[in-house]
C-alpha cells in the first residue's frame, strides 16, 4: 500500500464547509478500517487549545501582526509534537482542519513582509508540509452567510470573522494563488456544489493522492 496521503489538510476561508468535510472524510476512512486523527488548528492539543482562545477571542486588534504570527506558530509546534507525530508515527492518517497555509494566507495578507516571517518561523519550528491539502473555494457572500448561519465556535469565536468582506476576497485570492504555488499537494475544490458531492470530489482526490499519482 502506497503511503502517498499519511497527512491532509483542509483549507479554505471561513464557512467554506471544510470541517464538515474533514469531518466526512475521517469518517469514510474509518468505516475502511483505518485509524484516523482528526484535528485542527488553532488548536488540536491541549496546550494549542489555550493559545486558540487568546487568539480567536477579544478585539480585532488585539495583538499586533507579528504577535499574531508567533502565536499561530507557537500552537502549530504544540500540535505538531503532542498531536500530529504520534499519529504519524502509529501509522494513522492525520486530517488536520486548517495548518500552516492559513498562516500564510491569513497571516500573508495582513502586511507585506510577514508572508516571509511565516515562512522563516514555519521552517524553523514546523518543517513539515501536508501530503495533500484540500482547499474548498467559493465565493465569500455564500460563505459568509453560511458561517453566519451556523455561528462557528459559538458566539465568542468572532475575531477573525468580524473582518469585513473585502478581507474575505483576500483571502480566497491568497488561498487560490497558494493552490498556484504548491501544485504538488494542493487541490482546489469548488466547493459551492452540495455537501455530498463535495465530499465525492474529496474522496476521489485522497483516493489519487494515496496511490501516488
Ligand atoms: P477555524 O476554527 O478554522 O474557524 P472557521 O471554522 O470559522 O473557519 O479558525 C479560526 C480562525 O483563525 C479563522 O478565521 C482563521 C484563523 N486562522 C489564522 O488566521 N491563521 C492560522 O494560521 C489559522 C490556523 C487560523
Known sequence: ?????????????????????????????????????????????PGAEEIRRLL???AGDRWSAETE?????????????????????RGAVVICDRF????RVYQGVAGAGLRALVDELHARFI????????????????????SAARQAGGP???????????HHVRLRAGFRALAAEFP???R???????????????ARLFALAEAGA
Not at 71 to 87: K, S, V, W, Y
Not at 100 to 103: F, R
Not at 128 to 133: G, H, K, M, N
Open 184 to 186: 504538488a499537494r494542493c
Open 156 to 166: 465568542r469565536e468572532v475575531r477573525f470573522e468580524s473582518l469585513g468582506s473585502d
Open 69 to 89: 504570527v508567533l502565536l499561530f506558530t507557537a500552537a502549530r509546534r504544540d500540535h505538531l509534537e503532542r498531536t500530529i507525530r504520534p499519529a504519524l508515527a
Open 56 to 58: 480567536v477571542e477579544g
Open 1 to 45: 500500500m502506497s503511503l502517498g496521503a499519511r497527512f491532509v489538510t483542509f483549507e479554505g476561508i471561513d464557512g467554506s464547509g471544510k470541517s464538515s468535510q474533514a469531518r466526512l472524510l475521517a469518517a469514510a476512512l474509518r468505516e475502511a478500517g483505518r485509524e484516523v486523527c482528526l484535528t485542527r488548528e488553532p488548536g488540536g492539543s
Open 100 to 103: 500552516a497555509d492559513s498562516t
Open 188 to 202: 482546489l475544490i469548488d466547493a459551492t456544489r452540495p455537501e455530498v458531492e463535495v465530499a465525492a470530489e474529496v
Open 127 to 146: 518543517g513539515i508540509e501536508p501530503d495533500l491539502t484540500l482547499i474548498l473555494d467559493m465565493d465569500p457572500a455564500s460563505a459568509l452567510a453560511r
